[in-house]
Nanobody, 127 residues
């Protein structure tokens, strides 16, 4: 059974940075397409970033390019999301997701393509 455990959320001020981590249990990260989604308060869940299976490529929500970076740490079987210059609109519950299929680029942002989900970690950006 694949389990995802997120960590790193918290309360930060606008302009601060935060790094989220997601540990994949009992499986090798390389075999999975991995992604981050978020759900702002009162809104639908939205795509943040994805890393293709095998670490062969990444994709980002257009509005987050340049501020957020997704990366894999194979030695720790961990997916990371580095978030810089945080804004109040980044406030959300952030979810890690995984698929054991090699998703094509056009499918990476579709949450229905991911079979496994973490429990979420809260990120609050407020002064």
């Amino acid at each position: 059974q694949v389990q995802l455990l997120e960590s790193g959320g918290g309360l930060v001020q606008p302009g601060d940075s935060l790094r989220l981590s997601c540990v994949l249990s009992e499986r090798t990260l390389r075999g999975y397409t991995m992604a981050w989604f978020r759900q702002p308060p009162g809104k639908d869940r939205e795509f943040v970033a994805a890393s293709k299976r095998g670490g062969t490529g990444t994709s980002y929500r257009n509005s987050l390019k340049g501020r957020f970076t997704i990366s894999r740490d194979s030695a720790k079987n961990t997916l990371n999301l580095q978030m810089n210059s945080l804004e109040p609109d980044d406030t959300a519950v952030y979810y890690c997701a995984a698929s054991n299929r090699g998703l094509i680029t056009s499918s990476l942002a579709n949450d229905h393509e991911y079979e496994f989900w973490g429990q979420g970690t809260q990120v609050t950006v407020s002064s």
